[in-house]
């Protein structure tokens, strides 16, 4: 019988890309998640049946025991950049990572890899980092030999990255930027996903953590400066005081998709790159892509008269 891999958050950005893989693996896929018609549409990256849309949250019981039922494989992918309502962070971040972990247990799942992020810090003033601290060690309590990996900001060609400053830049006089020295270590989907196919598939990542991040490390000002480059922008880069930076932030948690929240701007206030002695791409026998190999070809469409074909690439 063919084996079973339950994906949760499988129809999200980097969930695409490890559902296609474990497809190519020959797994049957679960596509474990509230939105079941955009899970639907990744039916077309496996063989007839192969990729299976499943309801599930991760803040539900029920649902997530009948998701891991059978599996040999649960990759948890489920995270949130902001709170709709609060509590939020702990509720999926924290408890629904524990849960997923300790159905995934009960259910003898053989391999379970769970997708966190760097900056997981249980001393944190930031909710978004309290919480991923807590779903680690909450993930280990219930299954020691989970692997849990820690990706920078994740790139890729529908990244909400350098697309959004890219956007930016095509439509402002100028560039704001805030927090211009905070340093980012970005790393490529597509490499992501690889990470998480060797930790399903090495012996020697049980119970290990791993920090993914690219070759090259840049500041907020050069992500900045970089952007413009490569959409052939001319914009002065503005640093924006930070009263009014935090006033954006107050206001902004009104709107249904905050730009910038005040959790975040704390986010922003601290380096997030690979710590230094940690187990990265290296340990896993990855080397990861570089941001000009990838990030050019899919700025292209917000220069001038950048075509719709240009978005795809990279």
């Not at 998640?33 to 949250?57: F, H, M, N, Y």
């Not at 040999?72 to 489920?78: G, Q, R």
């Not at 704001?176 to 992501?192: A, I, K, M, S």
């Amino acid at each position: 019988m063919r084996q079973v891999a339950t994906v949760f958050g499988g129809a999200g950005f980097i969930g695409r890309h490890v559902v296609q893989r474990l497809a190519k693996q020959g797994y049957i896929v679960r596509v474990a998640g509230r939105d079941t018609v955009k899970a639907a549409r990744l039916r077309p990256l496996g063989d007839v049946a192969q990729v299976v849309p499943v309801a599930a949250s991760v803040t539900d019981e029920a649902s997530v025991a009948r998701a891991v039922a059978g599996a040999s494989v649960v990759v948890n992918l489920v995270g949130i950049l902001f709170e709709r309502r609060p509590g939020d962070f702990q509720r999926i971040q924290a408890e629904g990572a524990g849960r997923v972990a300790r159905l995934a247990a009960a259910a003898g799942v053989a391999r379970l890899v769970h997708v966190s992020a760097i900056g997981a810090d249980s001393g944190s003033q930031s909710l978004y980092a309290r919480s991923k601290a807590e779903g680690e060690q909450a993930v280990f309590a219930a299954f020691p030999a989970a692997t849990i990996l820690r990706p920078s900001v994740v790139f890729g060609p529908d990244d909400q990255f350098f697309n959004r400053f890219a956007g930016l830049a095509a439509v402002l006089p100028f560039m704001p930027v805030v927090e211009g020295q905070t340093r980012f270590q970005p790393v490529h989907v597509g490499d992501v996903a690889d990470a998480v196919m060797a930790a399903i598939t090495r012996d020697d990542v049980a119970g290990k953590v791993f920090e993914l991040g690219g070759p090259r490390v840049m500041t907020m000002r050069e992500v900045m400066a970089f952007v413009l480059e490569h959409t052939q922008r001319r914009r002065a880069l503005v640093a924006l005081p930070g009263g009014l930076v935090a006033m954006q932030a107050r206001l902004g948690e009104w709107l249904p998709t905050p730009p910038l929240t005040r959790d975040q701007l704390i986010l922003l206030g601290r380096d997030n790159v690979v710590a230094e002695g940690a187990a990265g791409f290296g340990a896993l026998g990855l080397a990861p892509k570089a941001v000009e190999a990838v990030v050019p070809a899919y700025l292209a469409r917000y220069r001038r008269g950048g075509t719709r074909r240009a978005a795809f690439g990279g």
